[in-house]
């Protein structure tokens, strides 16, 4: 196996991690941009009824990618002790049990969705002015979804075995074809049917199939680890055994992405009491938080990989490589990233807002909570080295406690002294106290554990 094949055993091991790490970046930022591209054509070409009727699936999205991004981190940690070991047959046994849930649950997904896609709106409360056009777009999204699902259990798994560049080709095939057929379907260009509110989830599926079998072809004419033969299709069944620990690796996963959802609700809510000015800041910051954001999550689980695949290569001494290469990479790019954005936060806010007033209120929202995130990234990574050798649950409830106990109540504290500024001091005040939690439980707690193997 050579030093490409795994980056682990790259001679200079820095630039080893910052090898696989880069594409991951791209692709991060690749992905988002892809949701915003899509919104840019509906609205420019529908209107915004057009807007609305699709910003309603994306708390419906979430919920769905809690499951599925549950799924890909527990079968992302196996794969990557498997690889680790060397041992390829692990690692199609974890990929092909994880096919096989994928396959069921988005196949049970897409069927309940589509027939109960009225009632679920309704639930939601979605405006009747739009259900006419929202119906359709769900339905046909839900109808999609296992498609996506397997997009991204496929991409994730690549990772595992330190293919970051791969996930990155398929994400800028995903968008390429977007940004080509979104707008042909939803105006009927070049003879195509006008397919309207629908348009932009059919060129969804159809990126997906197409990428699904670009990554067939490529994956077996490059010969890989990974690629779609008979050896790998006779794994996609039931084991017991390795379905327990994925979904045991996965689940925690799942539910931090839930409560973290629910507490952005909350957040969201509290802000729109200031006013419109208030709710269009907090949207512009989070838009440039994000992009911050990214790289900082991107190195987390970077060490995720390389601290999984050094446990299964039964070299448990590089974990303390992999956390000090990690919060070097967060302080020195996530650091970086922080600073430009602090001198050109009057242009970042600018992009998404023309009224003077509000650029200025969200730069001084920027500057309280910009530099939490080197805090955030920090945190995220001592969890992902923990969640690499199967400690899944602590790290979860720390990240858990910390928005129920700390960011949501001084939320509403803080906003009562000193207003709206006082809910960004509470996410500053979450990213610091989360990082020192996870960075003791680390220290104190988990590096006196014997790491094991999973599988």
């Avoid at 980056?7 to 915003?36: C, E, M, V, Y």
């Avoid at 309940?112 to 769900?138: C, E, I, R």
């Avoid at 390429?176 to 260009?189: D, K, N, S």
């Avoid at 996965?250 to 709710?279: C, E, F």
């Amino acid at each position: 196996m050579s030093a490409k094949e795994n980056l682990l055993h790259h001679p200079r091991f820095w630039k080893g991690f910052l090898i696989f790490l880069a594409p991951l970046i791209a692709t991060n930022i690749l992905q988002n941009l892809s949701g915003t591209i899509n919104t840019i054509f509906v609205g420019q070409m529908m209107g915004v009824n057009a807007i609305a009727a699709i910003a309603v699936f994306f708390p419906i999205l979430f919920f769905l990618l809690a499951f599925v991004i549950g799924l890909s981190s527990g079968a992302t940690v196996l794969v990557g002790q498997a690889w680790g070991a060397k041992n390829i047959e692990k690692v199609k046994m974890v990929v092909g049990s994880t096919l096989f849930m994928t396959l069921i649950g988005g196949c049970l997904i897409a069927i309940l969705g589509v027939v109960f896609a009225k009632q679920l709106l309704l639930l939601l409360g979605v405006d009747p002015n739009v259900m006419h056009l929202s119906l359709p777009y769900v339905q046909w999204m839900l109808a999609g979804s296992p498609l996506l699902f397997i997009y991204i259990i496929y991409t994730s798994i690549l990772r595992g075995v330190g293919d970051s560049t791969t996930p990155l080709i398929a994400s800028g095939m995903t968008i390429l074809i977007g940004v080509m057929v979104t707008p042909i379907l939803i105006a009927g260009y070049f003879g195509f049917p006008k397919l309207g509110i629908i348009a932009p989830a059919i060129a969804t599926s159809i990126g997906y199939v197409s990428v699904l079998a670009f990554l067939y072809y490529y994956l077996n004419k490059k010969n890989h680890a990974l690629k779609l033969d008979m050896a790998l299709l006779r794994h996609i069944k039931h084991e017991p055994e390795l379905s327990r620990i994925i979904l045991r690796l996965g689940i925690p996963t799942g539910i931090q992405m839930v409560t973290t959802s629910a507490a952005g609700l909350v957040i969201i809510g509290l802000v729109n009491h200031y006013g419109s000015h208030a709710t269009a800041a907090y949207g512009a910051v989070n838009q440039v938080l994000n992009y911050i954001q990214f790289p900082a999550l991107s190195i987390s689980i970077a060490a995720s990989i390389f601290a999984a695949q050094a446990i299964g290569a039964g070299k448990s001494e590089l974990l303390a490589k992999v956390t000090r290469t990690s919060l070097i990479m967060n302080l020195v790019i996530t650091g970086s990233l922080v600073l430009l954005a602090y001198l050109f936060s009057k242009y970042l806010m600018a992009l998404f807002i023309t009224d003077p007033s509000v650029i200025e209120l969200g730069q001084n929202l920027l500057f309280i909570v910009l530099w939490s995130i080197l805090f955030f990234g920090a945190g995220s990574i001592f969890a992902s080295i923990m969640r690499a050798s199967g400690t899944v649950t602590a790290p979860m409830l720390i990240n858990v406690l910390a928005i129920l106990l700390i960011e949501v109540p001084a939320a509403y504290l803080f906003s009562d002294w000193w207003g709206l500024k006082g809910i960004w001091y509470a996410y500053a005040l979450a990213f610091v106290s989360l990082c020192l939690l996870q960075a003791l439980y680390y220290q104190f707690v988990w590096k006196k554990k014997t790491i094991k193997v999973l599988i």
